[in-house]
């Protein structure tokens, strides 16, 4: 089974399991992490769903696209290194053991 680990905006940190291509949206989401808002549905749109992963090149992660970082480049919290919106990201056996931190979208 795939599992990464969750830090939440409190700082509490869970293991959660996902399946290879899920959405890390819908794995947070469905893991009941409300501060995952996405507003728009996962449509790239919004970036309430914005974390950080850091070691990005160590999990495979795909290379961000540039709709996805003008939207993160908007946001208080954005770091070019670690942010990423979470419905952009397709899960994959390369991603097991990745430690995904959840931004607050306040």
């Known amino acids: 089974m795939n599992k990464i680990t969750v830090v939440a905006v409190d700082g509490q940190q869970q293991e959660v399991t996902f399946n290879q291509g899920d959405s890390l949206m819908e794995v947070l989401r469905e893991a009941g992490y409300e501060e995952i808002e996405a507003m728009c ?62 931004v607050s979208s306040d």
């Open 41 to 102: 549905g996962g449509c790239c749109s919004c970036a309430t769903c914005h974390v950080k992963i850091d070691n990005q090149a160590t999990y495979k992660l795909a290379e961000i696209e540039e709709d996805e970082e003008m939207l993160l480049s908007m946001t208080d919290d954005y770091d070019q290194t670690t942010s990423r919106l979470s419905c952009q990201l397709s899960m994959s056996d390369a991603q097991s053991g990745m430690t995904v931190s959840i």
